[in-house]
């Protein structure tokens, strides 16, 4: 049984900072693509940032210059350092990873459960 599991999220005031951790579990040969994405209340889940198992990264254009995405492939963990946080950023932050379980196996797609960030004075 494979888990992602997000924490670090919480209230900051505009201007701030949070990092996101986002931790693999379970029966993991090799993790591929991860990705942050967020939803806001009665919007769509969009991409934030990817990074791919080479270290490649990619952000959506209203967090370039603010958010940072990194991971450490040895411990199967994600990160979201996330500068000069905005209102607008506030959302529940999902992590998402493309992994396969065994050897040859087909790459299946997990989520984690979300956590919040509220950013609000």
């Known amino acids: 049984q494979v888990q992602l599991v997000e924490s670090g999220g919480g209230l900051v005031q505009p201007g701030g900072s949070l990092r996101l951790s986002c931790a693999a579990s379970g029966s993991i040969f090799s993790i591929y693509t991860m990705r942050w994405y967020r939803q806001a209340p009665e919007k769509q889940r969009d991409m934030v940032a990817t990074?791919?198992?080479?270290?490649?990264?990619n952000y959506a254009d209203s967090v370039k210059g603010r958010f940072t995405i990194s991971r450490d492939n040895a411990k199967n963990t994600m990160y979201l350092q996330m500068n000069s946080l905005k209102p607008e950023d506030t959302a529940v932050y999902y992590c998402h990873a493309d992994l396969t379980v065994r050897p040859g196996g087909y790459t299946y797609a997990y989520w984690g459960q979300g956590t919040q960030v509220t950013v609000s004075s």
């Open positions: 990074i791919t198992n080479a270290g490649y990264t």
